[in-house]
């Protein structure tokens, strides 16, 4: 049997960390769903501006939002929720057949709003809004500012896919920040049974950055490949306590969702480690793992399933000491390694709007052969309003044609005169 298919026996679901268009045109992304058991999928900056910089299957989009006089922020969004909108529509009979369970695409708040509350809240609502499918999770990181934007988020009914996540103090906090904005939709006798949320745990950046410090410390070496592993699990420890304790039972006998932990960063950076040695690691129920295209390759191929999650507990509380034992501040790397993500999103978002830029100048400039370079958005509006017939023939017969037709730009004030009439007819009914 397909090991990733075996996965969903286990209580785990099998989500992808990768999206670009040519899923779609292939047939590829259905072709995960039918047959490789694909539950869910993420994005980020760095997969969009991969994605996009490698290849032309974005350029007749570009060509046609770089006419539009859209700036390069703009046509970045317009190309990323597009192709939200495409994996949701594929996903949503899988999220309506599991009721909410399964069946997620995720979608980013930009990666410079990392340390604004406020705004992550607002453009975490307007993706929200823009996107319109109840199966998308915004993602917000797990920042100290990131928090209360998730608790106001999820108390608002917004879906949540906590991001760049690593410590368990932080964990704390992002686990209570998801019941509070339950509270506080269920005080308000709103639906609290529908927001869903993930807490995105980050493993292998663990292992990288712990494994470095404990070389150049000449620390143990069997320590070596060993906190990413122990990390998870005790956080996975800490969501059983939670979830399936005191503090949320009042809220799960009423329907609540939990907020299941997903496992990121999946990919084996070192060589010398067994290529799906976190896939394997941390096999367990009601987690969700997000594999990228080398780790989802080689999990078919050779991954082996098992219930291995609460596998070596007391080793796992073993390797903390022992780290810490080694002079291995994991505060402080958990810290850096969040620091170090957001700089890294961010850097990539930079990178992404640079291309777009590049790629624009490119498709304005050159719109191909006998064509008429596209005339950007806020020239076509003001033409149109101001009745230019020559934005579509130059000839005069025909633009008094066109003018006669134009009336109905005169229907907003037309009936805004016409208010509070129509207001009275409301009432009356």
Known sequence: MNPLVELHALGQSFWYDNIHRGLFSSGELKRLIDEDGLRGMTSNPTIFEKAISSGAEYDAALRELAGMGLSAEQIYEELAIADIKAAADLFRPLYDRERGGDGYVSLEVSPKLAHDTARTIADAERLWMRVGRPNILIKVPATPEGIPAIERLIGEGINVNVTLLFSMETYERVVEAYIRGLEKLAREERDFTRPASVASLFVSRVDRAVDELL????????????????????????????????????????????????????????????????????????????????????????????????????????????????????????????????????????????????????????????????????????????????????????????????????????????????RRFAVGV
């Open 215 to 422: 070389e150049q410390k000449g620390g143990p070496a069997d320590l070596l490949g060993k906190a990413a592993i122990a990390n998870s699990r005790l956080l996975y420890q800490r969501y059983k306590q939670v979830f399936h304790g005191p503090r949320f039972a009042a809220l799960r006998a009423r329907g609540a969702r939990l907020q299941r932990l997903l496992w990121a960063s999946t990919s084996t950076k070192n060589p010398n480690y067994r290529d799906v040695l976190y896939a394997e690691a941390l096999i367990g129920e009601e987690t969700v793992d997000t594999m990228p295209d080398a780790t989802v390759a080689a999990f078919r191929d050779h991954g082996r399933v098992r219930a291995t999650l609460e596998e070596g507990l007391d080793e796992a509380h073993q390797t903390v000491r022992q780290l810490a034992e080694a002079g291995i501040d994991m505060a402080a790397v958990m810290q850096k390694l969040q620091d170090d993500g957001v700089k890294a999103f961010a850097d990539s978002f930079d990178k992404l709007l640079a291309t777009l830029e590049q790629k624009h100048g490119q498709f304005v400039a050159q719109p191909g052969a006998g064509a008429q370079p596209p005339l950007p958005l806020r020239e076509a509006a003001e033409r149109l309003f101001a009745r230019d017939a020559t934005l579509w023939k130059d000839d005069a017969p025909t633009g008094q044609k066109i003018r006669n037709r134009l009336g109905w730009l005169d229907s907003a004030a037309a009936l805004a005169a016409l208010a509070g009439e129509i």
